[in-house]
């Protein structure tokens, strides 16, 4: 897919702040620090459009990303649904935020991912070094049990040598089955195609 823009929009902390124009929603989603920042400004060849750190647990709102509008935001015609929307969401599993910010990860992403009807694919990430976390497991089965089109982005392929990499990749496909598994580096670009070709059959 050819990007000829991509905007910020805004970074949601309630629901009443989710865009209203009805413009379909690719999502994010997995533990923090797994790249998930990273790995949107690498498909949009960006470098800092969406804030990435090393600092896990940076990204504590959901952040809307306008991709291929007709206009820029700034001039667009309030009848303009052109384009569509990457949500950056924030990460899950950082065992240093208080309890009540956990808390209120889970509600925040929960409410989108199961009442988001525009949400056309989610992309988990998985980080491809280790074995897939408890919870990287228990959002995957939500996905599949909630019949959510999603495929699953192995990250930071480029810190394994190809064999150690197809071991993992074999090892994550078997911990989840029913998913496409693609193995991506943002920082070689190495998976860029094969993620774009997906995100465009589903918005075909
Ligand atoms: P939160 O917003 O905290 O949930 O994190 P995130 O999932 O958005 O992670 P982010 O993209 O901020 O990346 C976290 C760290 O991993 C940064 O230091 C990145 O530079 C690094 N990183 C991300 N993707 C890759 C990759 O493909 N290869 C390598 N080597 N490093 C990566
Ligand atoms: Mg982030």
Redesign the pocket.
């Given at each position: 897919m050819k990007i000829t823009s991509a905007e910020f929009l805004k970074s949601a902390f309630e629901r009443r702040h989710w865009p209203l124009e009805a413009r379909r929603e690719v999502a994010f989603l997995?533990?923090?620090?797994?790249?998930?920042?990273?790995?949107l400004?690498?498909l949009l060849q960006r470098k800092a459009l969406?804030?990435?750190?090393?600092?896990?647990?940076?990204?504590q709102s959901i952040n809307f990303f306008l991709i291929n509008a007709k206009y820029p935001i700034a001039t667009a015609p309030a009848t303009d649904k052109s384009g569509f929307y990457f949500v950056?969401l924030?990460?899950y599993g950082?065992a240093k935020v208080s309890k009540s910010m956990r808390a209120d990860w889970g509600k925040m992403a929960e409410e989108y991912l199961s009442d988001r009807e525009r949400l056309a694919l989610c992309i988990q990430?998985v980080d491809s070094r280790h074995k897939p976390s408890p919870l990287d497991l228990q959002l995957h089965e939500w996905l599949t049990f909630n019949e959510k089109r999603h495929i699953v982005v192995a990250?930071?392929?480029?810190?394994l040598s190809s064999s150690e990499l197809s071991k993992q990749l074999r090892l994550i496909g078997a911990e989840m089955p029913e998913s496409k598994v693609i193995p991506?580096?943002?920082?070689t670009g190495k998976g860029r195609d094969v993620v774009w070709s997906e995100i465009a059959a589903t918005l075909a």
């Open positions: 997995g533990r923090s620090n797994v790249g998930k920042s990273s790995l400004n690498s969406a804030r990435t750190s090393n600092t896990p647990g940076r990204t950056d924030p990460g950082y990430l990250t930071k392929s480029d810190k991506y580096s943002s920082q």
